[in-house]
């Protein structure tokens, strides 16, 4: 039996405003237990993934300003994922499709200078490049220095640090890519606020676009002939 892939959207959120001002597109599969995150994303083929983000966004009625779509390096170099992301973006004018570049690794190892030219083209078809964990794992501040000019968001995930809300190392990052953000005039989002305190020291650090379950779970984006599957 073929595995069922389908993508969650979970919202962001500008405190601000009090509005939803994007949502960000979530792969997930449907297991015995129910939907969950794949075990790795380069596993789920390209042609897969493609097929289905060209499907969701064809009856995506978003009514928001942006709408993230995870690409990895792999698929960001994949000439079927390249022509399904921007169709998206031709289905969800004027709404903006944003790639959001994450640190997965695949197989091969890329140079910088060998990614940029993709993400241009994206720019190009008028969509906006995010870069994903900013400030854990491979994405340290050297690790994407070259990718800031272009980037338009930056995102900062409070799940990847094992530390406490009050623990200074962590605000003293943060301030860091706030500071890197208002430098290149970029949106910085704190995603991973679970509870009152994260949102407590999001407000004390000024950071007004939010993403977390504290805010809103991802939900799933049915597919005509989904039926089946609601109750999973």
Request: aromatic share 10%; with cysteine; proline share 4%.
């Amino acid at each position: 039996m073929d595995k069922i892939y389908r993508y969650f959207v979970q919202p962001q959120i500008d405190i601000k405003t009090d509005t939803i001002f994007g949502y960000e597109l979530l792969i997930k599969q449907l297991t015995p237990e129910g939907w969950r995150l794949p075990r790795s994303f380069s596993e789920i083929s390209t042609e897969t993934t493609s097929k289905l983000l060209i499907a969701t966004t064809k009856i995506l009625g978003l009514k928001v300003d942006y709408c993230s779509v995870n690409v990895n390096r792999e698929q960001l170099l994949d000439t079927r994922m390249e022509d399904a992301i921007i169709q998206s973006q031709l289905q969800l004018f004027p709404t903006k499709v944003v790639v959001e570049l994450t640190e997965e690794e695949g197989p091969k190892k890329y140079s910088d200078a060998f990614l940029i030219p993709h993400l241009r083209k994206f720019m190009e078809h008028g969509m906006q490049i995010s870069l994903d964990d900013v400030g854990t794992g491979d994405n340290s501040l050297d690790a994407i220095r070259c990718f800031l000019p272009m980037a338009s968001e930056l995102k900062f995930a409070l799940q990847n640090f094992n530390s406490q809300n009050e623990d200074p190392d962590l605000q003293k990052k943060l301030i860091m890519w706030q500071g890197i953000s208002q430098e290149y005039g970029q949106r910085l989002i704190l995603e991973g606020i679970e509870d009152d305190e994260d949102a407590k020291m999001s407000s004390n650090l000024g950071i007004n676009l939010r993403q977390g379950y504290y805010y809103g779970k991802p939900e799933l984006l049915s597919l005509p002939g989904d039926e089946q599957y609601y109750k999973k």
